[in-house]
């Protein structure tokens, strides 16, 4: 039987947080999903559901600046606030599951959310999923980094303009474009912090990863290449990793019309055999 809670908590400096958890009674584990730039937790449906049926309570969030939670629109003051919105959650997660492993997952931003959360709290979760994370310098961001220009113009607006690079699937795309709690732009500095700064930030605190994680990412992903989720699998700690590298897929690997069922069958297979 399952049911779902929606609601707003305040995070640490009283942003509210809009999440929703998706319950499962007597489940065998609770999954964080982390979300990427411009959209929400709403996208993550499908695949709340298929966690749901394989019996794990599911909660998300929307960043803030994103979705339905507080905060100027598409801006982030310092990448290290997501991080301490996500561990607000996280605890939710574990203090209301004390009997069961508390599991983490994040695409993209989201992704660089759930490694960065990865470094800097060692200890709370059983382990990480990682889809397309964004954890090193791309090349989509470069002009950001000349004369630390997203720090003298912070809220000079940039348009979101990669949707036809989602994924393979035009219908996914056309409801990416049309759905009003996409962002249509964001701000120079929540790109510079996530996609400049937070990138150097995960260099140097990577030998600090050590959880279990499985690292997922499209071979054809012209947003965050797929030499991010290399990268990162080369240089943890962690004892048990493992990486794959799905052929012909763009960047949300969740949402390409048949390599999803993949996918999503890789994450389930994993977190089950971590119980």
């Not at 319950?23 to 559901?49: M, P, Q």
């Not at 470069?142 to 607006?157: G, I, Q, T, V």
């Amino acid at each position: 039987m399952f049911n779902y809670i929606e609601d707003k908590l305040k995070s640490f400096d009283d942003t509210e947080i809009f999440y929703r958890k998706d319950i499962v009674e007597n489940s065998k584990a609770a999954v964080v999903i982390v979300h990427g730039l411009c959209e929400h937790f709403g996208r993550y449906d499908y695949f709340t559901k298929r966690l749901n049926e394989a019996g794990y309570t599911v909660y998300r969030f929307d960043n803030r600046g994103h979705g339905k939670s507080a905060g100027e629109r598409g801006y982030v003051d310092n990448f290290q606030d997501f991080f301490e919105d996500a561990n607000k959650i996280v605890n939710m997660a574990i203090e209301e599951n004390k009997h069961v492993p508390v599991f983490m997952f994040g695409h993209s931003m989201g992704g660089f959310i759930t490694a960065g959360y990865g470094m800097k709290y060692t200890n709370k979760l059983k382990g990480q999923i990682l889809s397309g994370a964004a954890v090193i310098e791309l090349p989509i961001f470069e002009d950001l980094k000349r004369d630390n220009y997203f720090e003298s113009h912070p809220m000079e607006k940039s348009p979101n303009a990669l949707s036809s690079l989602i994924c393979r699937d035009k219908k996914v795309v056309e409801d990416y474009d049309n759905d009003p709690l996409v962002l249509k732009e964001t701000n120079l500095k929540l790109l510079g912090e996530a996609f400049v700064k937070g990138p150097i930030w995960i260099k140097e605190n990577v030998k600090n990863y050590t959880y279990p994680c499985l690292i997922l990412h499209g071979e054809n992903d012209q947003i965050v290449i797929n030499q991010a989720s290399k990268w990162l699998f080369e240089n943890i700690n962690s004892k048990d990793k493992a990486v794959k590298i799905y052929p012909k897929c763009y960047h949300e690997i969740l949402n390409e019309k048949e390599e999803k069922y993949i996918v999503i069958e890789d994450v389930l297979n994993w977190i089950e055999a971590k119980l």
